[in-house]
């Protein structure tokens, strides 16, 4: 996993690319969480929101190459 994606010849590292995926998975994910009113059990919503950021980019970070991404 280590290299650089082409955008139309603009060089972008791997994990810039994985890292916008997890953000728009995570305001997903937040945005179902607070449909179903899931924030009034935590403490501290930041928190959560950026926990949900790390593991999804994890999980993407993780699933890449089982799909057969070269990233």
Known sequence: MIGEVSLDG????TLFVL?????ALSFVLTRL?????????VAYR?????S????SLGL???LVPF???RL
């Open 33 to 41: 969480i607070g449909a179903f009113g899931l924030y009034r059990f």
């Open 60 to 62: 993407l970070a993780f």
């Open 52 to 55: 949900l950021f790390v593991l």
């Open 19 to 23: 890292a916008l995926g997890a953000l």
């Open 10 to 13: 603009v060089y972008l590292p």
């Open 46 to 50: 930041a928190a959560v929101d950026l």
């Open 67 to 69: 799909f057969g991404l």
